[in-house]
């Protein structure tokens, strides 16, 4: 037997020392299963989307106890390592995810999974407790109101003169992201940051305008501008 067939033995032979023993493949999946239900958990309680999906969340206690057990098989064999490689690499996943919380969520999962397959469970469990930490104090930071969107439809050419006069008295700034203007009428967008419990008063005082048509108010879920 040549020197090289002989490295190729002793490394197999080494790889595959590792075998797969019931107790701890059941204490692995055991403890997977526990931090997996915790992240259930979390999720539940910071998703603030309007349609929970359970189907998602559940999918999370799959990923890492499948992920776990994927870890142990490759420990047990550097033939079956290769082969999940192989077969893992063919796998295209096409679900689209929206909420970037989400993807934190997959991957604290998978981390989870491939941690404790690896039998680093108090790696797995202050990671889990660091991640808590850092999500839930992140998570209930108060933020900074957002601007709101004011849409006014106007039958005053010079409109636009008297409701800045109005607005100054209401907000803290404005923008005007539209402008559109034809014949007698005049259409308004604009981004504005109202002073504390104004809201009311300036929709009141802005009704009573004899030349504005219609206006509306619309909160603003994204970043502003100013």
């Not at 206690?61 to 057990?69: F, L």
């Not at 934190?104 to 790696?123: N, R």
Request: proline fraction near 2%.
């Amino acid at each position: 037997m040549s020197f090289k067939d002989a490295i190729k033995n002793s490394f197999i032979e080494n790889f595959s020392n590792g075998r797969l023993n019931s107790s701890s493949t059941l204490l692995v999946l055991a403890v997977t299963l526990l931090i997996g239900f915790y992240i259930f958990c979390i999720y539940k309680v910071i998703c603030r989307e309007t349609f929970y999906s359970k189907d998602f969340n559940i999918s999370l206690v799959a990923v890492a106890i499948i992920t776990a057990a994927i870890i142990l098989t490759i420990q047990s064999s550097i033939v079956i390592s290769l082969g999940m490689v192989g077969a893992l690499s063919i796998v295209r996943f096409r679900t689209a995810i929206k909420n970037p919380m989400d993807l934190v969520f997959l991957f604290w999962s998978i981390s989870v999974g491939i941690i404790c397959g690896a039998g680093l469970f108090v790696i797995a469990l202050i990671t889990t407790a660091v991640l808590t930490i850092c999500i839930c104090g992140l998570n209930y930071i108060p933020l900074h109101e957002n601007n709101k969107l004011l849409i006014i439809n106007a039958c005053f050419p010079y409109a636009e003169e008297r409701l800045i006069n109005v607005l100054n008295s209401y907000v803290k700034r404005y923008k005007i992201k539209s402008r559109n203007i034809s014949n007698a009428k005049v259409d308004l967008i604009l981004e504005i940051k109202l002073f504390p419990q104004k809201e009311l008063y300036l929709l009141n005082e802005l009704n009573e305008l004899d030349f504005i048509t219609s206006l509306s108010l619309i909160s603003q879920e994204g970043e502003s501008t100013f």
